[in-house]
């Protein structure tokens, strides 16, 4: 069983990898287990994962280990500096009890989290993508700013300077037309008085006059002749 890298030096919060690999003379059917151990100071042991042969990956929340058969790949997630220390595969056996074959060491070393001063601004990745299109697009945004200020202000001045060049008598107030007098109207109707309820009076008798007859007689009249008439026209 050997283990590779034999030292891996990474920082806080980064991910350590490692790769155990076995070989087996006779390799037909046997069982076998994968441990993951871990050393510090020199102390005893501690075993931190397990897989077995047929099993394609376990995981736990900080190991992760992954079947490559014959080669076993071993994952320290979320570095801490107190994951530091030595640590070495072990493989148990199933066919022969008790035996059980260790790698040698390897060696992983956290460091700390590299400081970022909140006043140093981070550079510009070359060749992002994503700053070059919010680049792109500011500068787009400013020129139609400029364009549209440039398009208010023309058509301000045009609209003041043809307030002034118009003739006397378009500046000229409108005439007021003299104000409409509404003249009231009368309507006429039929009043109904009520007559006097009391019983009616007769008329007053007035005294009959007294009638004198007169006779008037006229004198006869001689019959007009042809020759009496021609001398009443003479």
């Given at each position: 069983v050997t283990i590779f890298p034999e030292v891996l030096t990474l920082p806080e919060g980064d991910k350590a990898t490692f790769f155990c690999n076995i070989s087996m003379e006779n390799d037909s059917g046997s069982e076998y287990s994968l441990n993951w151990y871990k050393e510090t100071n020199h102390s005893?042991?501690?075993?931190?994962?397990?897989?077995?042969?047929?099993?394609?990956?376990?995981?736990?929340e900080k190991y992760r280990l992954i079947n490559h058969t014959p080669v076993f790949e071993i994952e320290i997630l979320n570095l801490h500096q107190n994951d530091s220390g030595s640590y070495y595969c072990g493989l148990i056996t199933f066919y022969e009890p008790d035996k059980v074959m260790e790698s040698n060491r390897s060696q992983l070393i956290v460091?700390?989290?590299?400081?970022?001063?909140?006043t140093d601004e981070p550079e510009m990745e070359?060749?992002?993508p994503s700053e070059h299109i919010k680049a792109m697009l500011l500068?787009?945004?400013?020129?139609?700013?400029?364009?549209?200020?440039l398009i208010f202000g023309y058509l301000t001045f045009t609209y003041r300077r043809g307030d002034v060049q118009k003739p006397p008598s378009e500046n000229m107030p409108?005439?007021?037309k003299p104000p409409v007098v509404f003249v009231s109207t009368v309507d006429?109707?039929?009043?109904?008085?009520?007559?006097?309820?009391?019983?009616?009076?007769?008329p007053k008798t007035q005294p009959v006059e007294q009638t004198e007859y007169a006779t008037i007689i006229f004198p006869e009249e001689k019959p007009v002749t042809p020759e009496r008439g021609k001398k009443h026209l003479d």
């Amino acid at each position: 069983v050997t283990i590779f890298p034999e030292v891996l030096t990474l920082p806080e919060g980064d991910k350590a990898t490692f790769f155990c690999n076995i070989s087996m003379e006779n390799d037909s059917g046997s069982e076998y287990s994968l441990n993951w151990y871990k050393e510090t100071n020199h102390s005893q042991a501690q075993k931190t994962a397990e897989i077995s042969r047929h099993k394609p990956m376990t995981e736990t929340e900080k190991y992760r280990l992954i079947n490559h058969t014959p080669v076993f790949e071993i994952e320290i997630l979320n570095l801490h500096q107190n994951d530091s220390g030595s640590y070495y595969c072990g493989l148990i056996t199933f066919y022969e009890p008790d035996k059980v074959m260790e790698s040698n060491r390897s060696q992983l070393i956290v460091t700390a989290a590299p400081q970022v001063n909140a006043t140093d601004e981070p550079e510009m990745e070359e060749g992002n993508p994503s700053e070059h299109i919010k680049a792109m697009l500011l500068g787009i945004l400013l020129l139609a700013g400029v364009v549209v200020l440039l398009i208010f202000g023309y058509l301000t001045f045009t609209y003041r300077r043809g307030d002034v060049q118009k003739p006397p008598s378009e500046n000229m107030p409108v005439e007021e037309k003299p104000p409409v007098v509404f003249v009231s109207t009368v309507d006429y109707g039929v009043l109904e008085f009520q007559r006097d309820q009391c019983s009616p009076v007769p008329p007053k008798t007035q005294p009959v006059e007294q009638t004198e007859y007169a006779t008037i007689i006229f004198p006869e009249e001689k019959p007009v002749t042809p020759e009496r008439g021609k001398k009443h026209l003479d």
